[in-house]
């Protein structure tokens, strides 16, 4: 360990035992009750610290961090309410299976039996969103309890510890420097689950691999992905939503199942062998009248080959081994032409990014109910990381594109943001003003919550002009342009192919954020 200070307080005992074991970025909406946080950050000067303006933002952002990163940041909340305020992201993050560690200030502990105004149950308000739970009791152990709560996070899969600082043991003298514990490594693979796979892939049967989390990050394990579906003439899938995918030219091109139910259930009405590879069997978003829950059809036979806590890449290598197969290569395709007039749609979207990307853009996907029609012209762009909405809960990506720009500064990001969702945490672009961070966030502006008008035929209802007008965001239209400005970012408006080329093009090259509001 570096050296440090032979007295310390307990806030500084977690900040250097925490700093010595990799933890460098610090996301943070402190309050009171964190103060000596901030105080020991100040002083020590061992971590970036990344001031958020809404709780949203700051997990959202620890969020795009570990994706890119392939490590864990630190959080800095406010008591139970502002735990509330950054809870959906954490269900992203939970639902990707990153690691994140949150330090949740708690009123001292001789404060806690009184009824102030901000007095709740911080426990509680944090056990629905994480993976594991402890307040601190003492300034000695506190650094040790940071440890536990880092280890949790490492482990595999990734999860969301979360541990609560009551003020006191914070700013209370005696704490001591924790060294590191081991996270739990991957499961190891089970042979049964090896044979039954190999079992499907020589049935004869119709078979797919349904594979997620590590393998679509990771180029080697989709080449040999790719190589046993050429051995086997077994089909490949990823599952609908994905923390990450390694994407464009040199790289194996994944379908995804897609959102609508009756287009997923087509999709995988084939099968009658599926193997599960870091993934569950497909489940359908919502329940829908008349319509199943589970995917694929009840006949299928499901083989999980590795699970959640598995080495997905090391399994897909000894299935590899087992059925004599070799990493199979790219099927690259061309970037399609970009109309030169007409009106900007998603699929124009979509072919401008194939045609533009430069090489190691990282790519934002919330938007929505146009994700589905741009996706696959990431195959045809050049290579890139592709982060998408993971949990359903939206709101995740503008301070997605923070944290993956701070974890990677030399590489520009693209966020296509649904503009009804952009609105949940667009306090998101003062960070990236206030960070200087390359990334241009592309507002897809059908000024409506696009996919809840289809979910709401998808229920049988027959809507009237009430319903429709709570799904419009009219009545006054959004000015994305005004707002990015007075956030401190620079931006926009387009109509058509030619100038959304133009200006995508420009804002990637130049250094800062940019906003660019498409009216599709």
Known sequence: MKDHPAEMNG?????????????????????????????????????????????????????????????????????????????????????????????????????????APLSADVEGACAPFSDWVRSGRDAGSFAADAMEALAVAKGKPGQVATLIAPADIGWDEGGRMAGPVAPSGPAPLDEDALNAAVAALESGERTVIIAGLSVLEDVRALAQLQGIAEKTGADILAPTSNRRMERGHGRVA????????????????????????????????????????????????????????????????????RIGARPGGPRDTTPPPVPQGGALTPEIIGAVLANTLPEGAIVIDEGVSSSGLIFPYGDAAAPNSWLALTGGSIGIGIPLAAGASIACPDRPVVTLQADGSA?????????????????????????????????????????????????????PDLDFVALAKGMGVPGCRVENAEDFMRTLRNAMAEPGPYLIEAMI
């Open 11 to 115: 806030a500084e005992s977690v900040v250097r035992s925490l700093h010595a074991e990799g933890v460098d970025v610090c996301f943070a909406n402190p309050g009171t009750s964190e103060m000596q946080f901030v105080d020991a950050l100040d002083r020590t000067k061992l971590m970036h610290c990344v001031l958020g303006l809404f709780e949203g933002v700051v997990t959202g952002a620890a969020d795009g961090y570990a994706r890119m990163a392939g490590k864990p940041a630190v959080t800095l909340l406010h008591l139970a309410p502002g735990f509330a305020n950054a809870a959906a992201n954490l269900h992203n993050a939970r639902k990707a299976r990153v690691p994140m560690l949150n330090l949740v200030g708690d009123h001292a502990l001789r404060h806690q039996q009184y009824d």
């Open 254 to 321: 994944v379908t995804k199942i897609p959102y609508p139910i009756n287009a997923a259930l087509d999709m995988l009405s084939p099968y009658s062998r599926a193997i599960l590879v870091e993934a569950q069997p497909p489940v359908a978003f919502f329940a829908y009248p008349g319509k199943p829950s589970l995917l694929l059809p009840d006949t299928c036979q499901t083989t999980t080959l590795a699970g959640f806590d598995g080495d997905g890449p090391g399994a897909l290598a000894a299935l590899a081994d």
């Open 423 to 475: 609105m949940y945490t667009l306090q998101g672009l003062w960070t990236q003003a206030r960070e200087g961070l390359n990334v241009t966030t592309v507002i897809l502006a059908n000024r409506a919550y696009e996919i809840l008008k289809g979910e709401l035929y998808n229920v049988g209802a027959q809507p009237g002009a009430d319903a429709l007008s709570m799904l419009n965001l009219n009545r």
